[in-house]
C-alpha cells in the first residue's frame, strides 16, 4: 500500500535549526514520509521581508498553511516560549464554514530535555487535561524511531481534523511578546 503523503507545515523555534533541518532531510528527503511546508532551510525559498506581523502571519497563512493538511510543532527547549509558534498553531487551528483546520502534532526533538514539560500554551489547551474530558484534538509524540511510527501519527492528525474538531481550544488572544526561557 502506498504512503499518502501529507503536506505538513513545520512550526519550531529557529534555535532548534539544525535538528529541525535534519528531521526534514529524513523524514521528508529521504524517507517520503510527508511533504514539508514552511520556512527554513530545509523548506521553501520564500522569504517575507516584513516587520508588520499581521503582514508576515497573512502571508505565512497564504504561502505554507493554506495549503497544508497538518501541522507538525517540533519541540525544542524554548518552542513553549515563542510567540511565532502560539500565532502558527493558532492559524493552524482556524475552523469555519469553508475552513478546515490544521491537524496538530508535536513532535519532541532529540535535545528536548528528559522529563522537560513545557509544550507551547495552545497545544497544551488542546491536549487532554484530566480524566474527565473525553478527549481531546491534539497529540504529541517522542521522536520517531521509524518513518511509519511518524506516518501513522501524521495521518491520524489529519483524520482528527474531522472526527474530533469539536475539542479545539483556540482563544482569539495570541502571545504579544516572546518569553524568557
Not at 484534538?137 to 520517531?144: E, V
Request: aromatic share 10%; proline share 3%.
Amino acid at each position: 500500500m502506498a504512503i499518502v503523503r501529507r503536506k505538513c507545515f513545520i512550526s519550531y523555534h529557529h534555535a532548534d535549526q539544525d535538528e529541525v533541518s535534519q528531521f526534514v532531510r529524513s523524514f521528508d528527503h529521504e524517507q517520503d514520509a510527508f511533504i514539508a511546508r514552511g520556512l527554513g532551510q530545509e523548506m521553501s525559498e520564500d522569504i517575507i521581508n516584513s516587520t508588520n506581523t499581521d503582514y508576515v502571519m497573512s502571508r505565512i497563512r497564504q504561502l505554507y498553511l493554506g495549503d497544508s493538511t497538518v501541522t507538525l510543532v517540533m519541540l525544542g527547549k524554548c518552542t513553549w516560549a515563542r510567540r511565532y509558534v502560539d500565532w502558527e498553531i493558532q492559524s493552524s487551528l482556524r475552523q469555519g464554514e469553508s475552513t478546515t483546520p490544521n491537524g496538530l502534532l508535536a513532535i519532541k526533538l532529540p535535545s528536548y530535555e528528559q522529563g522537560q514539560k513545557d509544550f507551547p500554551d495552545r497545544l497544551n489547551k488542546n491536549l487532554k487535561q484530566n480524566d474527565a474530558q473525553e478527549d481531546c484534538y491534539a497529540r504529541w509524540m517522542a521522536y520517531p524511531s521509524t518513518t511509519d511510527q511518524l506516518v501513522n501519527a501524521i495521518e491520524a492528525a489529519y483524520q482528527r481534523r474531522t472526527t474530533h474538531r469539536k475539542w479545539i481550544v483556540n482563544p482569539r488572544d495570541r502571545m504579544g511578546y516572546n518569553r524568557q526561557c
